[in-house]
């Protein structure tokens, strides 16, 4: 199984702290060094025992480690590897939990010192919850993490990279940073998308004057929970992955609109193929 010395978790949230959490449990980790901006997050981190230590200085947390993770915004991802680029000891393996690859591998890669690795990492998995507080270790399990190796990836990283997820539960599937996008602007940002957008629809419908909001059920609020997650995030995943996404919005706007066509049309038959086709496909995945 993978042995890690000393691994520092840049960001711990979520994501971060539930890797931590998992790799502390599992014995993969000897030692969790957490760096972030909120103390108080920080503090609470070492309380539940995710950490052992935390710094708010990137550039001194970093001294020896041998693996950082770095679980930020996707934005901020290439100015926090080139901030601590200079100080990664020789061996050390900077990884990312980052939705969107293609920009961060292109700009990260070319950072690192001789004898240090970038390998693109990202976990599919989250709640709408965010902080320390929200962390769990089981979060990967059953779940998939894509790797996203290019052809300048050490070998050596790349297996240990792998061989982490696994150890925290996740399938570990191979792709190029560019399909990476693609995939993943399918599958997890478009629903974001269409979340937000449909919560901010309602919210903004007046015909009948009153909050429609409050009115909302299960159905509802189960189909709108990702339109709770992290603004600061869901803002750096679309500014960096816009070409994806927005080939993905016109894409489902063909299909909004052969819906809407058929509603028009009164179009019995074809709603209800319409529906028995997305529930079919929708049942295949369950």
């Known amino acids: 199984m993978v042995q890690f010395k000393k691994m520092v978790v840049i960001g711990v949230g979520l994501i971060g702290g539930s890797l931590a959490r998992v790799l502390r449990e599992k014995g993969s980790v000897n030692e969790v060094v957490g760096v972030g901006r909120g103390e108080a997050n920080l503090k609470r981190g070492v309380e539940l025992g ?13 001294a020896g480690a041998d693996l950082v993770f770095v679980a930020t915004p996707v ?42 690795y970038f390998v693109g990492g990202h976990p599919i998995a989250g709640t709408e919850h965010s902080g320390v507080e929200a962390s769990f270790s089981t979060l990967y399990v059953g779940r998939r993490c894509i790797v996203t190796p290019t052809a300048n990836t050490n070998q050596v990283a790349l297996e240990k990279v792998v061989e982490l997820w696994k150890v925290a539960g996740s399938t570990v599937p191979l792709m190029d940073p560019v399909q990476h ?58 500014l960096t992955n816009r070409e994806a996404i927005l080939e993905m919005m016109d ?18 038959d074809g709603l209800q193929a319409f529906f028995l086709n997305s529930k079919q496909k929708r049942d295949a995945i369950l």
């Open 50 to 62: 995710v950490l052992d230590s935390y710094s708010t200085d990137a550039r001194e947390a970093v």
């Open 181 to 238: 996008d693609r995939v993943v602007a399918a599958i997890s940002h478009l629903p974001h998308m269409v979340a937000y957008s449909l919560v901010n629809a309602v919210d903004g419908y007046d015909r009948f004057g009153g909050d429609l909001l409050s009115f909302s059920a299960g159905g509802f609020r189960d189909f709108t929970r990702i339109a709770s997650s992290d603004p600061v995030m869901w803002r750096d995943i679309a």
């Open 251 to 268: 894409f489902f706007s063909v299909y909004l609109e052969k819906l809407r066509a058929l509603v028009d049309e009164g179009d019995a």
């Open 75 to 116: 934005c901020t991802i290439p100015k926090v590897v080139a901030e601590i680029a200079p100080y990664l000891a020789p061996g050390c393996i900077v990884t990312d939990g980052g939705s969107v690859k293609e920009s961060v591998v292109t700009a990260c890669e070319p950072l690192m010192p001789a004898g240090t």
